[in-house]
């Protein structure tokens, strides 16, 4: 099992930037593809990026591609999101997870709390 915590969400103006991390408690976090997802209010969840156990390959959401940047350390355990050029459309909570399959659990089986991320124009 592995438990998850999101920081780094806040106010910012439209063309900012803001760098989320997500820490993992566990000593099994390399075995976990971790993802991000958002979910602005009054609308569904949605995904926003995900990267592989040992780091090396990455898939963004259409919508933040060249502007957000995936990253991981596993000797610390942690997750990084980048946001750059952020913009209104961005302003949701945003939360991280990490995905069991390798371990024989469930595809993001496991979720933060989230953080508020808002963006003004």
């Known amino acids: 099992q592995v438990q998850l915590v999101e920081s780094g969400g806040g106010l910012v103006q439209a063309g900012g930037s803001l760098r989320l991390s997500c820490a993992a408690s566990?000593?099994?976090?390399?075995?976990?593809?971790m993802g991000w997802f958002r979910q602005a209010p009054g609308q569904e969840r949605e995904f926003v990026a995900r990267?592989?156990?040992?780091?090396?390959?990455?898939y963004y959401a259409v919508s933040v591609k060249c502007r957000f940047t995936l990253s991981r350390d596993n000797a610390k355990n942690m997750v990084y999101l980048q946001m750059n050029s952020l913009g209104p459309e961005d302003t949701a909570v945003y939360y991280c997870?990490?995905?069991?399959?390798?371990?024989?659990?469930?595809?993001?089986?496991?979720w933060g709390q989230g953080t508020q991320v808002t963006v003004s124009s």
């Open positions: 990267i592989s156990r040992s780091g090396g390959i990455k």
């Open positions: 997870a990490a995905d069991a399959r390798a371990t024989g659990g469930l595809s993001y089986a496991y």
């Open positions: 566990g000593r099994t976090f390399s075995s976990y593809a």
